[in-house]
């Protein structure tokens, strides 16, 4: 069964939030953001200007966040941005 662009979105919010909240993530978990932006990025369903604008960000964070050796430190560098992040895809999953 394939999840519907707001099923990602809340899954995407999910793994975010869990970050944020634990200050910590696993590399499986850095996996799935990636993969979960690549989706949202290939099929052209988000028409939300700003999480467009900030899907490469969070890639990039899911990039970073496989390969960082001390995952707490990344997710604490970016918590700001995963604020950020948040709000938009609470935003686009509420239209």
């Known amino acids: 069964m394939a999840l519907t662009v707001n099923n990602q979105l809340i899954l ?3 793994i975010l939030d869990e970050q944020s ?3 910590t993530g696993s590399v499986s978990e850095y996996q799935q953001i990636k993969r979960l932006v ?16 900030l899907l490469p960000e969070i890639y990039n964070y899911g990039n970073q966040g496989e390969i960082a050796k001390n995952s707490p430190e990344h997710i604490t560098t970016n918590r700001h941005n995963i604020e950020n992040w948040l709000s938009a895809i609470q935003q686009t999953t509420l239209e």
């Open 38 to 53: 690549r989706k949202l990025t290939e099929n052209n369903s988000i028409t939300d200007e700003q999480l467009l604008k």
């Open 21 to 23: 909240t634990d200050v």
């Open 12 to 14: 995407l919010q999910d």
